[in-house]
């Protein structure tokens, strides 16, 4: 899926991209509100991630451009504005979903999701790397036949590796998947995680490769 981003707090963006791409999508990132306000004029993306407060063109400017031209592309705004008017008036716009900063990024990627499963219907909502088949709308997993029973990181670590099966992942890389920047992290526990959800997938027809030094990844057995 393509996705176009438009928030200009650096750590907040690429922060975002970081998380998005790492389970497959394309992430174009803009800080300026008008310039994307250009792009989205000729360019087709499955979903706008908005933030509100832009230099250039605030986004909802960008968003009433949008509707104006009867453009139906998914739109989740963010910003730091919690006052019930500003969420009210950016549903009336056409916004499809609003987020209030500071926000768990968890939630945000949850959005998402939902928001890119209407657009594109069932197609995306199975994973799947040898016999493993991940639901992303029920959240559970199955080894062939078997169905497995995974905590909420491990079922995202999971699909981040399904998601792209043989991309070797580091370890800092899989940290900021699972965590939010305030928690705290111990120094072991993306080999926690991995040693987890390498047990409750025993049998199945894909592995967690451990690449020293490097990170990991997810291989087929079939490839």
Not at 88 to 97: E, I, N, P, S, Y
Not at 131 to 156: W, Y
Not at 174 to 181: A, E, H, K, S, V
Not at 208 to 213: E, M, N, P, R
Request: net charge neutral; proline share 2%; aromatic share 6%.
């Amino acid at each position: 899926m393509r996705i176009l981003l438009v928030e200009d707090t650096q750590d907040v963006g690429e922060a975002i991209c970081r998380r998005f791409q790492a389970v497959g999508h394309t992430v174009d990132w803009q800080v300026n509100g008008r310039v994307a306000a250009e792009i989205l004029a000729f360019t087709d993306y499955d979903l706008v991630i908005l933030d509100v407060m832009l230099p250039g063109l605030d986004g909802f400017e960008i968003l009433k451009g949008l509707r104006r031209a009867r453009v139906t592309t998914p739109v989740l705004m963010l910003t730091a504005r919690s006052e019930v008017d500003d969420r009210v008036g950016a549903l009336d716009l056409g916004a499809d979903d609003y987020l209030v900063k500071p926000f768990d990024f968890r939630e945000l990627e949850a959005r998402a999701r939902v928001l890119l499963r209407r657009r594109s219907g069932d197609a995306t909502n199975f994973v799947t790397c040898g016999d493993i088949v991940l639901d992303r709308t029920s959240r559970s997993v199955k080894v062939g036949k078997r169905e497995v029973q995974l905590k909420r990181r491990e079922m995202t670590l999971l699909e981040i590796f399904a998601s792209r099966p043989g991309r070797v992942f580091s370890k800092q890389e899989l940290l900021d998947q699972l965590y939010g920047f305030d928690e705290a992290v111990s120094a072991n526990a993306i080999e926690l995680y991995v040693g987890r959800l390498r047990k409750k997938l025993e049998g199945a027809k894909a592995r967690i490769v451990t690449l020293h030094g490097i990170g990991y990844q997810l291989v087929s057995d079939d490839a």
